[in-house]
Nanobody, 121 residues
Framework: QVQLLESGGGLVQTGGSLRLSCAAS????????MGWYRQAPGKQRGLVAT???????TYADSLKGRFTISRDNAKNSVYLQMNSLKPEDTAVYYC???????????????WGQGTQVTVSS
């Protein structure tokens, strides 16, 4: 069984910073892309950033320059450094990973349970 566990969310003032972490655990053979998505109240879940196993990154256009995604392959972990936070960044942030499980021997998409980020004005 594979699990993704996020941490690092919380309440921050406008202009502040937060660092989200997500660790994959369980019967893992390999991990391809990892990423972060977010869902604000009343809105659909959308891309924040992704990172390949080799370190190539993609970002939502509106977040470039403020958010930075990184990963530690040895720890099966992905991180999201969020700077200059704005009230519109308030959302539940979800970790996502494309994981080859030892038990299924196939790549599947996994999601974390989400972590709340609230930016006060």
């Amino acid at each position: 069984q594979v699990q993704l566990l996020e941490s690092g969310g919380g309440l921050v003032q406008t202009g502040g910073s937060l660092r989200l972490s997500c660790a994959a655990s369980g019967s893992i053979f390999s991990i391809n892309a990892m990423g972060w998505y977010r869902q604000a109240p009343g809105k659909q879940r959308g891309l924040v950033a992704t990172i390949t196993k080799g370190g190539s990154t993609t970002y939502a256009d509106s977040l470039k320059g403020r958010f930075t995604i990184s990963r530690d392959n040895a720890k099966n972990s992905v991180y999201l450094q969020m700077n200059s936070l704005k009230p519109e960044d308030t959302a539940v942030y979800y970790c996502n990973a494309d994981i080859l499980s030892r038990s299924t021997l196939s790549y599947n998409d996994y999601w974390g349970q989400g972590t709340q980020v609230t930016v006060s004005s």
